[in-house]
């Protein structure tokens, strides 16, 4: 089935500092990647929708300019979270759709998530 | 806006009992449906989903779920529970942004609990 990888799994930084998650589709091409954020015993919150090799998407009341998204490639996008504070502190689930008109399923196939704990 | 509810925080089931997580849904047009689950710290994982065809769909893991119509539902069945099922369990619908691009919107999540 189709994988999708997160680095790091797991990561504490210092208020103020920025930090960098990658998320990869190991074994299929993405045009579409999405960045969720999950708070403890809640549901999913998308953030943005990321198209390779254009500007991502960002949902109502998401700030562009704190959540930086780059998808550079069709196997990778990266979410950097600049000038941390801890109420950044949360899980960050990345996921992936396959291509369009290559046995897309229109699926997602999401990513272990990334939790990041910001002191 | 498409949504879907799922009205129960946590289901109970005893080991080798069927289990049912429910799920409706409000749709303007066909429903795109999908079942995920989430074990504890981890990503969320396809169980199935519902395009369109036969009613009854079969997933992963012995899973399935029957799109209904009439009732607007959509609920996440097995015949025979397993301990290893415990975990969160997410039902889905496909929306179409402003910008054209499709997306998931989630419910809120239902836990299951297996006891043996």
């Known amino acids: 089935g189709a994988v999708v990888s997160q680095h790091p799994s797991r990561v504490i930084c210092k208020s103020g500092t920025s930090v960098k998650i990658e998320c990869r589709s190991l074994?299929?091409?993405?045009?579409?990647m999405f960045w969720y954020r999950q708070f403890p015993k809640q549901s999913l919150m998308l953030m943005a929708t990321?198209?390779?090799?254009?500007?991502?998407?960002?949902e109502q009341g998401v700030e562009k300019d704190k959540f930086l998204i780059n998808h550079a490639s069709l196997t990778l996008s990266t979410l950097t979270v600049t000038s941390a504070h801890p109420e950044d502190s949360s899980f960050y689930i990345c996921?992936?759709?396959?291509?369009?008109?290559?046995?897309?399923?229109?699926?997602?196939?999401f990513g272990p998530g990334t939790r990041l704990t910001v002191l | 806006a498409q949504s879907v509810a799922q009205p129960e925080d946590q289901v109970n089931v005893a080991e080798g009992n069927p289990l049912t997580v429910k799920c409706t849904y409000s749709?303007?047009?066909?429903?795109?449906l999908f079942w995920y689950v989430q074990y504890p710290n981890r990503g969320l994982q396809f169980l199935l989903k519902?395009?369109?065809?036969?009613?009854l769909v079969k997933g992963s893991y012995g899973f399935e779920a029957e799109f209904n119509k009439s009732q607007t539902s959509f609920h996440l069945k097995k015949p025979s529970a397993l301990v290893s099922d415990s975990a969160l369990y997410f039902c889905?619908?496909?929306?179409?942004?402003?910008?054209?691009?499709?997306?998931?919107?989630f419910g809120a999540g239902t836990r299951l609990a297996v006891h043996p």
């Open positions: 749709v303007s047009g066909n429903p795109y």
């Open positions: 889905a619908v496909r929306d179409r942004a402003p910008g054209g691009y499709n997306k998931l919107i």
């Open positions: 990321s198209n390779e090799g254009s500007k991502a998407t960002y």
């Open positions: 519902y395009i369109t065809g036969d009613n």
């Open positions: 074994d299929f091409q993405a045009t579409t």
């Open positions: 996921s992936a759709r396959d291509r369009p008109g290559g046995g897309s399923t229109d699926t997602q196939y």
